[in-house]
Nanobody, 118 residues
Framework: QVQLVESGGGLVQPGGSLRLSCTASGFTFSRYAMNWYRQAPGKERELVATGTRAGGSTYYADSVKGRFTISRDNAKNTVYLQMNSLKLEDTAVYYC???????????WGQGTQVTVSS
């Protein structure tokens, strides 16, 4: 059974930091690109960051560039999103996503809430 379980969300003040984690099971983690998306209230889900199977990043949304960092530990089947200098507009539910471009497989976590508020 495929599972992606996010953790690390919460309430943080503007300028603060959080690190999100997403632990995978039920598939060969190292063969999937891992991505983070977010969805703010009343808005469409947007891609925040993508990471290659080897752990390098390939894309950051302009709104988070220089503040967020995606990384992964294949030995732990876990992908991370380090979020620094958080802003009010970063408030959203953050989702972990696994993609296998050749097999056309796509898995999602349940999401974790990040609220930036003073």
């Amino acid at each position: 059974q495929v599972q992606l379980v996010e953790s690390g969300g919460g309430l943080v003040q503007p300028g603060g930091s959080l690190r999100l984690s997403c632990t995978a099971s039920g598939f060969t983690f190292s063969r999937y690109a891992m991505n983070w998306y977010r969805q703010a209230p009343g808005k469409e889900r947007e891609l925040v960051a993508t990471g290659t199977r080897a752990g390098g990043s390939t894309y950051y949304a302009d709104s988070v560039k220089g503040r967020f960092t995606i990384s992964r530990d294949n030995a732990k089947n876990t992908v991370y999103l380090q979020m620094n200098s958080l802003k009010l507009e970063d408030t959203a539910v953050y989702y972990c996503n696994a993609q296998h471009s050749v097999l056309k497989l796509d898995y999602w976590g349940q999401g974790t809430q990040v609220t930036v508020s003073s």
